[in-house]
């Protein structure tokens, strides 16, 4: 089967590696390198030098709205397009290109958690139950029609790194079957009632509010790490907090204290024990070896 693979992040590497074990991937869609640095040096993403080392061809447009970019892409002749986190909106002209259409690895178990942060925000939510969702793409967000749905288990300590790398490789096993019997799953209407939003995450929200409860920090924290990582500020500098857990220690609603090996974050009902954490600037470390050159006071 001729595919074209749309994708970005790390997340869609397992897919892209199946898919070129499989299938002949004619053409790869990767958002364009971004400066960054303070040489301004150019990244690429990681589906887009994993296409070049493997001698595909690699194209990164900016939007996939102009007629021309679309006349590209129907001109490929392929199968079907094969999405994952890629990032553009993909227009009518594109997703009817093709015999099978567009399929999207969606991160999520359908119809919840449509949007841009399925993997955090469900771990946010204290969901215990995860997923991927292989979808027929549509106009709306998300709102496609199911084909077929892989489960994942989270666990009280999962964060959302570690959830990511297995929705990943459920993803790629789910497109692999899906392309393999393209008769075998019927699509499936979403319910709509039963969606919910993951909204994209904002840099405020990573800011750690000692007025919420130990449990919802305690999401959160597990949600956002190891990126973008919830933080708290202590004598100028910045400290985001990668790993905790709930302590019985008595402390105040928003102190923080320490001795040589523990630091302890109060909350509006309890105390957060910090388990791992990076320094501004510093490379992420357990606490204690944190500690032992520095001190957040008695």
């Known amino acids: 089967m001729k595919v074209v693979f749309m994708g970005t ?3 869609a590497v397992p897919a892209f590696r199946r898919l070129m074990s499989e299938h002949e991937v004619v053409c790869v869609y990767t958002r364009a390198p971004k400066p960054s640095g303070r040489g301004n040096n150019v990244n690429k993403t990681p589906i887009h030098v994993l296409a070049e080392a493997c001698g595909i061809e690699v194209r990164t447009p900016k939007t996939l709205k102009d007629v021309a970019e679309q006349e590209k892409f129907a ?5 079907v397009a094969v999405v994952a986190a890629y990032g553009l909106i993909l227009p009518l002209p594109v997703l009817e290109a093709f015999p099978l259409g567009c399929l999207n690895i969606h991160a999520s178990l359908l119809p919840r958690w449509r949007g841009a942060a399925p993997i955090q925000r469900c771990i946010e939510a204290g969901d215990k139950q995860s997923g991927v969702t292989i979808m027929q793409i ?21 964060t959302g790194g570690e959830l990511h790398d297995k929705l990943a490789d459920i993803g790629a096993d789910l497109i692999s079957e899906v392309l393999a019997n393209t008769k075998k799953y019927p699509a499936q209407k979403q319910q709509d009632a039963e969606a919910c939003y993951a909204p994209k995450i904002e840099k405020e929200e990573c800011r ?10 305690y999401n959160k924290i597990r949600a956002f790490s190891p990126y973008p990582a919830m933080f708290f500020e202590y004598g100028g500098e910045r400290f985001k ?13 928003g102190e923080i204290i320490s001795d040589k090996e523990k630091l302890w974050l109060g909350c509006k009902n309890g105390c957060l024990e910090v388990l791992q954490i990076q320094r501004q600037g510093k490379k992420i470390m357990e606490t204690a070896e944190l500690l032992r050159g520095y001190s957040f006071g008695a």
């Open 75 to 79: 001109a490929l002749k392929a199968d």
């Open 9 to 11: 992040p790390d997340f």
């Open 138 to 158: 549509a106009e709306g967000l998300d709102t496609g029609d199911m084909l077929l749905k892989g489960k994942a288990d989270i666990s009280e300590t999962m």
């Open 208 to 217: 750690m509010d000692f007025e919420a409860t130990t449990e919802v920090l």
């Open 241 to 253: 907090v990668l790993q905790a857990r709930i302590s019985d220690k008595k402390t105040a609603c």
